[in-house]
């Protein structure tokens, strides 16, 4: 073959191993295009901060930094721990015992001691009224209904309540509590500290509608839960789902109060009945008689009331031996389950059956009606559960810190990791220069049989079955590959470069006469036929 041909052939195959690269960079794009939304967020970013081990081996002073790395996991895994740890608190009820002190008081308004001095004017304007005015009539029932509405005597029945604030704690902590109290709006108001009240008037009911004699008072439903109180702690970059399990604050038409008045005609002093109904976060259940002398537990949540039973059975060493969930009942759990043994996931539904609403606060006053104001001399303060707002502040301070604090240490994060990429980047450009400077020819060829191993696989072929020639596997396997004009071709030149070999090495070899043979080409040249044309086998 000509070198002129044999140069075409060789720009042919380059031309298609372009093709191919060119081929498979499109497939690469388009892969790209079509994971973008899953690759993109991954792709250069690194995540790995260890350093190469050649590096380690070359620099001593690197184990510093290992150690520094697994100081700082170390330290990683305790702040995460103790995170987790203040989430759950704020997901627990944070609650401190506060006094509710509730005051009773009631006026009077028209009442026949206020109307005296009026009366007895009246009376004698009707003395000196003329004779035209004697003729009107002048019955009780006249004068009752001559009598306007606003005259009626009448009294108001006050119940107000305040939460008094503990003795024991600190300026600074009061302040603190004070400030977390503000972003709650209401939250510490009698009306949500109650979850009904009801007055019962005692009196004749013959003479009063029954309906007036009681009133009902019913914490409302809220309508839209305020924003301090339905955010998760730690602000609006905290982890949903850890926030707090407290009703929020009443959010309605009817805002929070301080008290109530009940308002009623009347001139004779009445008895009233005022049943309290708190409000509990999480609901609060008194116990069985049973129960709660097998607990020493008179109220409590349903939660705790659970735990409580489960560690009065592990005190007791009740569990079965061969079966784990099951309880073994001794005679005090025996008379409240009515069973020999019992399995323990069955004991909340148990234990629901020996709870029932706690008993309400009643609280006993008589209306006065002989004094135009007059407030009972004793107060009664009733011990409640609320949730400690200063703690609830400390709280959510740290996590905010620990927002903060996260930003930057995941900035710094970024800076390392990416320091510990290009520091390898340098290493195995430095560990190429040294094992090139140490045997550049072994060197070379490690080298240059790996990028061929690479160009392989970026083309999907084996250059050891024929890749040079970019046949595939598949096309090997097929018996027309090799009837195509290529075959002889090859031939050709695979037997010209073999002869082209053997001389050169026969000539370094010092062989006397070495030389190409008769129909023999030299290297790099084929021998012209008579026209010109290259020959297809060698002279005779």
């Known amino acids: 073959m000509h070198p002129a041909q044999l140069a075409q052939v060789q720009a042919q195959q380059a031309a298609q191993a372009q093709a191919a690269?060119?081929?498979?960079?499109?497939?690469?794009q388009t892969d790209n295009l079509v994971g973008a939304g899953i690759r993109g967020a991954k792709r250069g970013r690194p995540t790995t901060r260890a350093l190469p081990p050649s590096i380690t081996r070359s620099v001593p002073e690197s184990a510093m930094y290992q150690?520094?790395?697994?100081?700082?996991?170390?330290?990683?895994?305790?702040?995460?721990?103790?995170?987790?740890?203040?989430?759950?608190?704020?997901?627990?009820?944070?609650?401190?015992?506060?006094?509710?002190?509730?005051f009773l008081s009631n006026t009077c308004s028209n009442q026949p001691f206020q109307n005296a001095d009026g009366d007895e004017t009246m009376d004698a304007e009707d003395g000196a009224s003329t004779s035209a005015d004697a003729a009107k009539p002048t019955s009780e029932a006249d004068k009752l209904e001559a009598i306007q509405p606003e005259e009626v005597a009448s009294w108001t029945l006050k119940i107000e309540g305040r939460l008094l604030e503990p003795s024991f704690k600190s300026r600074a902590h009061n302040a603190q509590a004070l400030q977390a109290a503000q972003s709650r709006t209401n939250a510490t108001k009698f009306s949500n500290l109650i979850r009904t009240i009801v007055v019962e008037l005692i009196r004749d009911p013959t003479l009063y509608p029954a309906g007036e004699n009681i009133v009902e008072w019913h914490r409302p439903i809220p309508t839209v839960a305020p924003a301090t109180a339905?955010?998760?702690?730690?602000?609006?970059?905290?982890?949903?789902?850890?926030?707090s399990m407290d009703v929020p604050t009443v959010a309605s038409a009817e805002p929070a109060l301080?008290?109530?008045?009940?308002?009623r005609k009347g001139s004779i002093p009445v008895k009233a009945r005022i049943v309290l109904y708190l409000a509990h976060t999480p609901e609060r259940y008194a116990l069985s008689p049973e129960l709660s002398a097998l607990l020493d537990i008179r109220e409590d949540t349903r939660q705790s009331i659970v735990a409580a039973l489960y560690a009065y059975i592990k005190e007791h060493k009740l569990m079965s031996e061969e079966d784990r969930r099951l309880v073994l009942c001794n005679d005090a759990l025996r008379s409240i389950?009515?069973?020999?043994?019992?399995?323990?996931?069955?004991?909340?539904?148990?234990?629901?059956?020996?709870?029932?609403?706690?008993?309400?606060?009643?609280?006993?006053?008589?209306?006065?009606?002989?004094?135009?104001?007059?407030?009972?001399?004793?107060?009664?303060?009733?011990?409640?559960?609320?949730?400690?707002?200063?703690?609830?502040?400390?709280?959510?301070?740290?996590?905010?810190?620990?927002?903060?604090?996260?930003?930057?240490?995941?900035e710094l994060d970024d800076r390392i990791a990416q320091a510990t990429q290009t520091l390898e980047n340098k290493t195995s450009t430095r560990d190429f220069l040294y094992n090139f400077a140490k045997d550049p020819h072994n060197h070379i060829q490690t080298w240059t049989a790996s990028q061929a191993r690479d160009l392989d696989t970026i083309l999907g072929t084996n250059y050891a079955t024929g890749g040079h020639m970019h046949i595939g596997t598949e096309e090997l396997r097929r018996s027309e590959t090799f009837t195509a004009p290529w075959v002889d071709q090859a031939v050709i030149v695979h037997e010209a470069q073999r002869m082209a070999d053997k001389m050169v090495n026969l000539q370094k070899a010092g062989v006397p006469g070495a030389g190409p043979g008769p129909g023999i080409p030299q290297q790099g040249h084929m021998p012209q036929g008579p026209s010109g044309s290259s020959t297809r086998g060698g002279g005779r």
Not at 233 to 242: F, Y
Not at 258 to 263: I, L, N, Q, R, S
């Open 21 to 28: 690269l060119q081929s498979m960079r499109k497939r690469a």
């Open 67 to 102: 150690d520094l790395v697994r100081i700082e996991r170390a330290l990683d895994w305790t702040v995460a721990r103790k995170r987790a740890e203040v989430q759950d608190a704020l997901g627990r009820n944070t609650k401190v015992k506060r006094t509710l002190r509730i």
């Open 230 to 243: 339905s955010m998760p702690p730690g602000g609006e970059n905290a982890v949903p789902g850890q926030g």
């Open 258 to 263: 301080d008290g109530f008045e009940v308002k």
């Open 337 to 410: 389950f009515r069973t020999e043994r019992i399995a323990f996931h069955h004991i909340p539904e148990v234990v629901n059956r020996h709870l029932h609403p706690p008993n309400p606060v009643v609280l006993e006053y008589w209306v006065r009606t002989d004094k135009e104001e007059y407030k009972h001399p004793t107060a009664f303060d009733i011990e409640v559960e609320v949730e400690d707002q200063g703690l609830r502040k400390v709280q959510d301070d740290v996590l905010q810190g620990f927002e903060t604090r996260g930003r930057e240490i995941s």
